[in-house]
């Protein structure tokens, strides 16, 4: 292949991409659905596996990627003027935590674990699952959190408060397994887990989905029995 050749194609490309993304719209940037998430990748493919293949040439990058652009778009039309099939290809969210609550039918459902949740939590900056009213999977695999009110962002400059010291919390019991090496971080033992449980009237640990501890806010758990509905 020479350079010529290449740079015919790679011009070529440039620019249908950049009017295909135009005329596409930005959804297929953001790709806030699982299908423009593929569609991008597919569209990418076709036009890198075009630019370095010498049997391929100007005429296919063309035809391919117009095509492609042709089929994204009536997917995009149907969605527009058809529920149903908005939400084959797009989906909706999925409530993982309802007031206060973690829906493990939910999680299951999105084959996701308690470990998962907790960790794109803590990508949103909520260290704690006691400060999320409501948290929602987005289609494209992003989390939405509504917190409690009194967990809702304010400056302590507005309120003239003095700082606080800041605290993270520790995860005792996870999916009926207590933690032993995290209980020893804490300095606490069993007999004081077992008592903080009872007082929230768990008598036993293999019933307890989520159990975590915060310096200055308690023990926080939810059963399996709570969880699952």
């Known amino acids: 292949m020479s350079f010529v050749v290449l740079a015919m194609e790679l011009i070529t490309g440039f620019v249908l991409l950049f009017i295909l993304v135009k005329i596409i719209g930005k959804k297929i ?12 990748i597919v569209l990418s493919e076709l036009l890198g596996n075009a630019l370095y293949d010498k049997k391929i040439g100007v005429e296919y990058i ?16 149907f969605s527009q003027k058809f529920l149903l099939f908005r939400k084959v290809s797009e ?11 973690i829906n493990r039918d939910q999680l299951k459902k999105n084959r996701m674990n308690i470990n998962q949740l907790q960790s794109l939590l803590r990508q949103s900056e909520t260290f704690s699952i ?23 962002k304010v400056q302590q400059e507005d309120m ?3 700082p606080k010291p800041v605290y993270v919390p520790v995860t005792l019991i996870r999916d009926g397994e207590l933690l032993h090496d995290e209980l020893a971080d804490i300095g606490k033992n069993l ?5 903080e449980l009872k007082n929230q009237g768990i008598d036993n640990f293999g019933d307890v989905f989520l159990a975590e501890w915060l310096e200055g806010d308690g023990l926080f758990a939810q059963t399996i029995k709570q969880v699952s509905g």
């Open 91 to 101: 989906g909706k969210p999925s409530v993982l935590i309802h007031n206060g609550i």
């Open 62 to 77: 063309i035809f391919s990627m117009t095509l492609w652009a042709i089929m994204i778009l009536t997917v995009e039309v």
């Open 29 to 40: 940037i953001e790709q806030i659905t699982p299908f423009t998430f593929i569609a991008a």
């Open 130 to 152: 006691r400060e999320v009213a409501y948290c929602y999977l987005e289609a494209n695999g992003s989390i939405s959190i509504l917190k409690k009110t009194p967990k809702q």
């Open 160 to 162: 003239q408060m003095p």
């Open 191 to 195: 007999d004081w887990l077992k008592s």
